[in-house]
């Protein structure tokens, strides 16, 4: 079956730890994005990657950080510099250029305390 | 101002009831999605209505592209309906392809 996947479901951390939560797909899609979700706020764009070995800031980059080494792999760091990890964040891809229909995970949700 | 508003954000309704959801939008845009968010956080793809009316089952999606809105409606709603649906729009000359911009979405629950 293809899809994209995300592990774990539910990761909790002490505040001061990095922590890196994974996303992968076999769809074979060129573009990965990432998203966080909190309660009465839509989606917002964390980082976003349209290639291999290319990835670029979303609207909320800053406490982040991504690579983007493997087609199929889009993790996400989120570090200590983050003030407010706690959150739903959900990975998407979509086929490539000119495709806007975004696939998405079961997203992972994180708490930090 | 926010540059896509739904209403209502909740939305509670007994079974069998006709739903509308809708949404504004204040730019120009290339696309937009109608999504569904269930309650373990799973999003799916319902609809990308270009123009016009779009029908899938109980559901369908209008799109009137110069008043900048949108609606989803649900017919002879059923519990199993109860989720978060969410508009995205893609904007029209964007640089970055694929980088949609999401309403908060509204909380439909269905009564039995």
């Known amino acids: 079956d293809g899809g994209i996947t995300q592990s774990p479901k539910y990761l909790f951390r002490k505040e001061g730890q990095n922590v890196t939560l994974s996303c992968e797909q076999n769809l074979n899609h060129d573009a990965m994005y990432w998203y966080r979700q909190d309660p009465g706020q839509g989606l917002r764009l964390i980082y976003y990657s349209q290639i291999v070995n290319d990835f670029q800031k979303g609207d909320i980059a800053e406490g982040y950080s991504v690579s983007r080494e493997k087609k199929e792999s889009f993790p996400l760091t989120v570090t200590s510099a983050q003030k407010n990890p706690t959150a739903f964040y959900l990975c998407?891809?979509?086929?490539?250029?000119?495709?806007?229909?975004?696939?998405f995970g079961p997203g992972t949700r994180l708490t930090v305390t | 101002k926010n540059e896509v508003e739904q209403s209502p954000q909740n939305l509670t309704a007994q079974e069998g009831e006709f739903i509308t959801i809708n949404c504004s939008y204040s730019?120009?845009?290339?696309?937009l999605h109608w999504l569904q968010q269930h309650p373990g956080g799973g999003i799916f793809s319902l609809f990308m209505?270009?123009?016009g009316k779009k029908k899938h089952g109980r559901l369908i999606a209008t799109i009137n592209i110069q008043e900048k809105h949108s609606s989803l409606h649900i017919t002879a709603s059923h519990p199993r309906d109860s989720a978060v649906y969410i508009c995205?729009?893609?904007?029209?000359?964007?640089?970055?392809?694929?980088?949609?911009?999401f309403g908060q979405g509204t909380i439909l629950t269905v009564h039995p």
């Open positions: 995205a729009f893609l904007n029209a000359g964007g640089t970055s392809y694929g980088k949609l911009t």
């Open positions: 730019v120009g845009i290339s696309a």
């Open positions: 209505p270009s123009s």
């Open positions: 998407a891809s979509s086929i490539g250029p000119g495709s806007y229909e975004q696939y």
